[in-house]
């Protein structure tokens, strides 16, 4: 992968981590697209810049994040994020060989892209309007929803929010608690990815596979920048759009994006 490759990925990662369209697709066609090989350090490049796509929320929602007086906040999302570290710990080997077949993700693309084009008229009388009203046991559910996501394909964001809509939580309240929850959860994984997990080919730690050379240092800074500049954009975008809009028009994008990568697949590549 050379410089190019990882501006590219990190700007797919900063656009589509809050989407509920599935950044992991995304990837894969990108990588595909523009032969990027999957070796370990791509591998590990592609979970490692969700750390500033997790400082994005952070900057955004910093007066939340940084209210010690709210501990309740800090309760919620510790709690809600447990499900999710448990079962992708459990299965974790089992999704790394999901990925390394586009056409499941695709299919999973365009199922959820049906559920998009539904949700909305599906909860029509939420009752949560602010992350304030949300209780503990509600945080739960959304976290276990969340585990939804560990199928490449579902879109963390979008388990997250139907979760938190058929809780009765507003599409805003929804989305917002989404990426609150995603700090922890995306935190999780990318330190388990860098300091723990060690990767099969090379049978490196992920912190090794950096320090092997001062390019793979250099792109992993640089791929945590655009990836944080770029979600900051996608989240204001987003939360315009479900305000006016709602998710139908993701439903419709996540169905057109999943039946072009079934064809590409299938007939193109």
């Given at each position: 992968m050379d410089f190019f490759e990882a501006?590219?990925?990190?700007?797919i990662e900063g656009l589509t981590e809050y989407l509920p369209i599935s950044s992991t697709g995304h990837m894969i066609f990108a990588s595909s697209y523009f032969g990027i090989q999957n070796d370990d350090f791509v591998k590990l490049f592609q979970v490692s810049i969700q750390f500033g796509a997790i400082l994005a929320v952070v900057a955004l929602y910093w007066r939340k994040f940084f209210d010690f007086s709210k501990f309740n906040f800090y309760i919620k999302l510790a709690c809600a994020v447990i499900p999710a570290l448990v079962l992708g710990k459990l299965f974790d080997d089992k999704i790394e060989a999901i990925l390394g077949d586009p056409i499941p993700i695709a299919i999973v693309l365009i199922l959820g892209g049906v559920v998009l084009l539904f949700i909305d008229s599906r909860f029509q009388n939420p009752t949560v309007t602010v992350e304030e009203d949300i209780t503990l046991k509600k945080?739960?559910?959304?976290?276990?929803?969340?585990?939804?996501?560990?199928?490449?394909?579902?879109?963390?964001?979008?388990?997250?929010?139907?979760?938190?809509?058929?809780?009765?939580?507003?599409?805003?309240?929804?989305?917002?608690?989404?990426?609150?929850?995603?700090?922890?959860?995306?935190?999780?994984?990318?330190?388990?990815?860098?300091?723990?997990?060690?990767?099969?080919?090379?049978?490196?730690?992920?912190?090794?596979?950096?320090?092997?050379?001062?390019?793979?240092?250099?792109?992993?800074?640089?791929?945590?920048?655009?990836?944080?500049?770029?979600?900051?954009?996608?989240?204001?975008?987003?939360?315009?759009?479900?305000?006016?809009?709602?998710?139908?028009?993701?439903?419709?994008?996540?169905?057109?994006?999943?039946?072009?990568?079934?064809?590409?697949?299938?007939?193109l590549k």
């Open positions: 501006v590219i990925l990190a700007i945080a739960i559910a959304i976290g276990f929803w969340q585990c939804l996501a560990m199928m490449p394909g579902t879109s963390r964001s979008a388990a997250s929010i139907i979760g938190g809509m058929q809780q009765g939580l507003t599409r805003q309240a929804a989305a917002e608690f989404s990426f609150f929850l995603a700090v922890p959860t995306m935190l999780a994984v990318t330190m388990y990815s860098v300091f723990l997990k060690t990767y099969e080919t090379s049978q490196l730690k992920g912190y090794e596979l950096l320090l092997q050379s001062n390019d793979n240092i250099k792109m992993f800074l640089l791929g945590n920048v655009i990836a944080f500049i770029v979600a900051v954009i996608a989240i204001k975008f987003f939360i315009g759009i479900i305000k006016q809009y709602g998710f139908r028009p993701w439903g419709w994008y996540r169905i057109v994006v999943g039946i072009f990568l079934v064809i590409y697949f299938t007939y």
